[in-house]
């Protein structure tokens, strides 16, 4: 698939089918997109956890209200920011980095066949708080999203649009 289609076919989809896993290489690929996201200074202050544990990801939906789709996903990615890793110029872009690597992974999944929902939960420090305990994040590990993936239950198919009206020409 071209990189053109790839992008106009991405959209959040939020019911999975819940009877075909995801594999490990799938998984690998998705990681392998987003650690080829730019980032400031190209510091790379991501981190990644991978959740297939079916508790778990029911306990996501406890802690974040908008991630009902979680009931049919197979598996998860929550994209942590490492504020630690950094340096004079970088630290202020980390959200921007982290954000270039989830759409990366948004993206690849698309090409490998699966559908995805990107869930933010940076900055609302009530979600923050409830993935900093679920998932033991200490220091300045703060989690960044949870993106939902699965193989798609709904139909495929953009949502996003082309608003002329946006763009000014100089
Ligand atoms: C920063 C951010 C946070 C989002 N958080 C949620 C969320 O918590 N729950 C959800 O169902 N969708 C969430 N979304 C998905 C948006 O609702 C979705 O991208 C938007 O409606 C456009 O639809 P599309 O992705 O199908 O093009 C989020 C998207 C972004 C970029």
Redesign the pocket.
């Known amino acids: 698939m071209a990189v053109s289609e790839i992008i106009a076919r ?3 989809i ?1 019911t999975y089918r819940p009877d075909v896993e995801i594999s490990d290489a799938q998984i690998r690929s998705l990681l392998e997109a987003a650690m080829l996201a730019p980032s400031a200074c190209g510091m790379r202050p991501w981190e990644f956890i991978v959740v297939r544990d079916r508790a778990k990801l029911d306990a996501i939906r406890e802690v ?1 209200p ?4 979680l009931k049919t996903a197979t598996a998860a990615i929550i994209v942590v920011a490492n504020n630690d890793i950094k340096n004079d110029i970088s630290g202020d872009y980390i959200p921007q980095d982290c954000a270039a690597a989830t759409e990366n992974i948004l993206l690849q999944a698309v090409a490998e066949g699966l559908g995805t ?4 939960v940076f900055p609302k420090a009530e979600h923050v708080a409830g993935f900093s305990r679920l998932f033991g994040l200490e220091g300045n590990r703060v989690a960044f ?1 949870v993106i939902a993936l699965g193989v798609p239950a709904e139909e495929e198919g ?3 649009f082309y608003e002329e009206g946006k763009v000014r020409w100089e």
């Open positions: 991405r959209k959040s939020r974040h908008f991630t009902g789709m929902c990107w869930c933010g999203n953009s949502r996003g």
